[in-house]
């Protein structure tokens, strides 16, 4: 390994191999890991009991990057969750709403007599 560099969700590599080489990655798999070599993708294999994620390479220098994305699922999810919230406080603002007369919160209707009303800085 010539050159690594890691983020929380991206790995990169600059490897040289004399000839073929099997890699694991310390890297458990989960949908959404995308492996692309020298800017391909490239599939990924679990052949372990861990589900670590494996791959190869052929000889040569390579740049390898292993990164985590969305899927389709996660990306629907995370809509349908954001469309959630959205209906759920404009729900609760509505509500606040219609809880005053007129459906204003700057005018209530009140009727008083006037030996009820006291009057500050008249």
């Given amino acids: 390994m010539l050159k690594s560099r890691a ?26 890991w ?18 670590l994620i494996h791959f190869t390479l ?3 220098r390579h740049q390898v990057v292993l990164a985590f994305g969305s899927t389709l699922e996660r990306t629907w999810a995370a809509a349908a969750s954001a469309a959630a919230l959205v209906l759920l406080l404009g729900r609760r603002f509505w509500a606040g709403l219609a809880a005053y007369p007129g459906g204003s919160r700057s005018r209530a209707n009140v009727n008083l007599d006037s030996d009820q009303l006291l009057c500050y800085n008249c």
């Fill in 7 to 32: 983020t929380g969700h991206r790995y990169e590599w600059l490897i040289e191999a004399d000839g073929p080489a099997k890699l694991q990655a310390a890297t458990h798999y989960y949908p959404g």
């Fill in 34 to 51: 995308r492996l692309t070599v020298d800017g391909d993708q490239r599939p990924i294999t679990i052949q372990n009991p861990y589900g």
């Fill in 58 to 60: 052929e000889a040569g």
